[in-house]
């Protein structure tokens, strides 16, 4: 393990009236549960307001992976995501190359298209991610 990460779980292990609680959700709900995103949530402004970049960063992380997979009915309320676009703006200011803001817009992007291919009729849309450059292809089926 190397000392950011280090540093990153130590933080974890001395805020454990926030990190314990969404651990044992996470072993109710799974890890991939859309009602853990508000509780990510108050541990990401937590980290934040307490100048713990780099936590907050990897929770973020965490969070913006998990919505890339969430089907689009189990998005988190607008509200949520304005919060996770605030966030996200917070980091690209503080953290150089973060490109938070972008990845977080990307997976909204693809879930918004993704929603949209189930609609069209014998056509499909295949798309891929790279970096923070969304692809978008239209294909005969």
């Not at 988190?76 to 919060?83: D, G, R, T, V």
């Not at 996200?88 to 973060?98: L, M, N, W």
């Not at 997976?107 to 969304?134: F, G, H, P, S």
């Amino acid at each position: 393990m190397d000392n950011q990460q280090q540093l990153a779980f130590d933080f974890d292990k001395e805020i454990p009236s926030l990190v314990e609680p969404l651990q044992q959700k996470e072993k109710e709900l799974g890890v991939s549960s859309p009602d853990l995103i508000p509780p990510k949530i108050q541990l990401i402004n937590f980290y934040v307001e307490n100048g713990k970049y780099n936590n907050a960063h990897k929770w973020l992380t965490k969070v913006i992976e998990q919505i890339h997979f969430l089907k689009h009915d189990d998005l988190p309320s607008q509200h949520c995501l304005e919060k996770l676009s605030g966030l996200a703006a917070v980091f690209d200011q503080h953290i150089t190359g973060a490109g938070m803001a972008d990845r977080l817009d990307a997976a909204l992007l693809l879930k918004t298209i993704n929603q949209k291919t189930r609609k069209l009729d014998r056509q499909e849309i295949k798309y891929t991610v790279e970096e923070q450059m969304v692809s978008v292809q239209m294909v005969e089926a």
